[in-house]
């Protein structure tokens, strides 16, 4: 079965450092989200992407946070200045149509963000 | 109950048992829902989903149920196994696309 990817699985930061998190969304889905979910907490949506460019996104998803479809299968989410505070599981998500038109999103299994 | 910071409401079952999993939801305006399942250390996975014009929807070994009047969602599992023990979350659609998700409860299934 198609399946979400993300990498790295574990990603270890200085605090002020920028990351990105990559992940290659199913294929033939055209609708693309990132989520975070911190520890022991809900998991929260940041942004979804469609037709390169943004849909929707939350008030976590602020200017430090930038997401970019670079070539036909990659995803990214970009954090430009790291705070201990984004520290989290990201997820990455997709789906074939917009969420509420009966298509479920499928997540990948996370990148562990861990800031010191 | 209501479950605050690291602690998790928790159903414990015996193996063979049915488990029911409630949830309560938010937006009344909100239209298609999901379950999603989480084991330790991956991304939530599908289990179900439903619309707000149906109050019932079966798949294997699961039923989901929805109570548009007192907002309430519920995911009942048939003859529960070992490997069902996870952390559930059910996840409304509000606005474009949005996932809001609720704050899980976690199964404990003993064989």
């Known amino acids: 079965e198609p399946e979400v990817t993300q990498t790295p699985s574990h990603q270890v930061t200085q605090m002020g450092q920028e990351v990105i998190l990559r992940c290659v969304p199913i294929s033939n889905h055209l609708y693309f989200y990132w989520y975070r979910q911190i520890l022991g907490q809900k998991v929260e949506f940041l942004v979804s992407?469609?037709?390169?460019?943004?849909?929707?996104k939350s008030e976590i998803f602020d200017d430090q946070f930038s997401v970019e479809r670079p070539d036909g299968s990659n995803f990214t989410l970009k954090i430009r200045s790291t705070k201990l505070e984004d520290s989290a599981m990201y997820f990455c998500a997709s789906s074939v149509s917009k969420g509420n038109g009966n298509q479920p999103q499928h997540f990948g299994d996370g990148t562990r963000l861990s800031i010191l | 109950g209501e479950s605050v910071g690291l602690h998790l409401p928790t159903l414990s079952v015996q193996e063979g048992d049915n488990s029911i999993i409630n949830c309560a939801y938010s937006n009344s305006a909100s239209d298609y829902f999901i379950w999603y399942k989480q084991e330790s250390g991956k991304g939530p996975q599908f289990i179900i989903d439903?619309?707000?014009?149906?109050d019932k929807r079966q798949g294997q070994r699961v039923t989901v149920l929805l109570n548009k009047t007192v907002k309430h969602l519920s995911l009942q599992i048939a003859a529960t196994q070992p490997g069902d023990s996870a952390v559930y979350f059910c996840?409304?659609?509000?606005?474009?696309?949005?996932?809001?998700f609720g704050k899980g409860t976690m199964l404990l299934v003993s064989p």
């Open positions: 439903i619309r707000s014009n149906m």
């Open positions: 992407f469609y037709n390169n460019e943004i849909s929707e």
């Open positions: 996840a409304e659609i509000s606005g474009y696309s949005t996932l809001t």
